[in-house]
C-alpha cells in the first residue's frame, strides 16, 4: 500500500486532499490508488443535491453539513462545477467553515470542474467519492447545478437525489419534467417564505400525484416527498434531512440500495473500458501514421469509410476471437 | 457489385429508396452498399438548412428545390426528424410534389428519424447522402430542427450551412449563439413580410459585424450575408440561392471544400471505429459471462472498477502491442 493510501485511511486530510487532486488531475497512480481505496468503501451515504442557479443549493447544503456535524457525523462535500475553471485547492473548507459552527476540517469541501471532457468529470467525481468513503466519512454530498445532462448522470450516482427547486417557478416545474424529475428521490422548495412557495408546492404534489416521471417505477413504491426549506434561516433544514434519512432508510428495506450499487457499477465499467478502448485506438492509429493518410485514400475513392474502419478494428476483432488463453 | 447498387447507379430512384431503408434500418450489406458507393461520389452540393419550429424551412427547402428542378439540376432531400417515428416511403417526393411544378422524381424526398440512438442517425444520414450523391443528385439539401447538439453535428457535415431565423425573434437571436451561429453560412430572416423582420435583420447584422461566433475564423474571411425570404409567396428564394452559390464557390476558390472534407471523414472514421469498438467489447463481455459477474467481485470488494476494467481491456492492449504482421 502506498504512504499516500495508508495516510489517507488513518483520517489525515491533508492525505485526502491530495488523493482528491491525483483524481482530478488523473496524475500517474491514481488509478492504483483507486483501486486500493475500493475494499474500503461501502459505509458512506451518497447525496445529490441539485437544481438551477439561484434555487439556494450551497447555503442549504452548508447547513445540512454543519447539522450533520452538530450530531458527530463526518461529512464530506463535492461541489460539481463545470464551467468555470478548477477553483483549487484554497476553496477547501472554506465555503463550509464561514458559515458553520463546527469550523473543524471534518468536513471536507471540494470544489470540482471539467478539465477535459464532462465524461472525464464524471469518472472523477465517482472516484472522489470512493476517497470519501474510504477516508471514513459518513456523509458524502454531490452537488450540482443540474444544467446538463452529463450533470443529471453525475449527481444521478447518489443514493438519494434532492431536487431543489425556488418559489414561484412555474415554467421552471415544467422545465424539471425533462431529466430532473426522474432522479429526483424528493423536492425542496428552497426560500419557501418567498411569495408563490405555497403554489409551487402545490403543483409539484399535483405532478407527483399523476405520476409523471419516476423512472424504472415499477419496483419503486417510494413517493417523493415536498420538503418547504429556508436555508438562510436554517428552518425546515432538519425536515429536509429527516426526508434523506427516510429515503436511505426505504433503499435499505426494499433492497434497492443494492440494486442501484449495481447498475452503478456496471455502468461505470462501461465508461471506463470505452475510455481506455478509445485511448487504446488513438495510440494504434497514431502507429499507423496517423488519420490523415487514410483520409487521402477516401478523398481519392481508393477506399472509403467502411473499409478503414474494418481495417481498423480487424486486428481487434481477431484478437477478441481468438480462443481465450487463460 | 450487387443488382441494387447497379440499378442506384442506372438511375433507378426505386433501387435509391431501397438502398435508403436498408442505410436507416441497418440491415444486413448496408456497409457494402455504401462502400461501393463512395466511389461514385463527390460531385454533389450539400446543402444544410436548420431553424427552429415555426421558421419555414419546409416551404423554403420544396421552394428551393423546385427551383433546381426548374433549372435543369436534380435535387435529394433528407428531412431529420429526430423526435416522431419514422414516417416510411409513403411520404417519398408527395411534399416536394405538391408544392413544385416538377412533378417528377428528380426531387426526391426522404424523411428519416433516429431509430436508434441519435448517433446512429448522424451516420445514416451521412450515408443517405452518400447514395444520393453516387446517384447523381446535384443537390443535397439536409433539412433539421436544429433543436440540439446532435442536430447541429449532422447539419454542419453540408458544405453550406443556412440558419431561417423567424422574424422578430429577438430572444431566439440570443439563442442562436449557443451553437448555431458558429456554423452559419448564410442566415435567412424567412416571413420578412412580417412585423419584426427589419429588426431581426438588423440584430443579426449587428452580430455579425461584431465578429461573435465563426468557430475556425482565422482561415476563414467569408462573412455571412442576411437574405430576407418569403417562401410562402417565392420572393427571395432566388437570392438565397445566390448565396448559397456564393458560398460554394467561395468554398472552391479558397481550398475550403477540400479541406472541410477532409476533417467530416476524419470525424467519420473515428465514430465509426468507437461504434465497432464498442459493439465488440459487448460482445466479448457476453461471452465472459456478462458482466454481472465482475459487478458481484466488486460488491464483494474482491475486486474494483479499474481493475476489471484492465482485465476487459488487456487482451486488447496486448493485441495491438504485439509488432503487425502487415
Redesign the interface.
Known sequence: MSDLVEDLLAGEHRALARVISKIEDRSPGY??I??EL??H??SADVIGVTGSPGAGKSTLVDKVAATYRERGETVGVIAIDPSSPFTGGAVLGDRIRMGSNAGDMDVFFRSMSARGSLGGLSTATTDAVTALDAFGKDRVIIETVGAGQNEIDIVRTADTVAVLVPPDSGDDVQMLKAGILEIADLFAVNKADLDGANRTVQQLKEMLHYGQGRAGSDADDWEPPVIETIADSGEGVEEFMAAVDDHLDYLDASGQR?AK??SR??A???A???A???D??E??LAQRGG??A??DE??A?ES???????E??A??????DAP?QD
Open positions: 488509478r492504483e483507486v483501486s475500493h475494499r468503501t461501502g443494492e450499487q449495481r457499477y456496471a461505470e465499467i462501461r471506463l473500458v470505452r481506455d478502448t478509445n487504446l485506438l495510440a494504434e488519420i490523415e487514410y483520409v477516401i478523398v475513392r472509403d469509410p467502411y473499409t478503414v474502419t474494418e481498423i478494428v486486428p481487434l476483432r481477431e484478437c477478441l481465450s
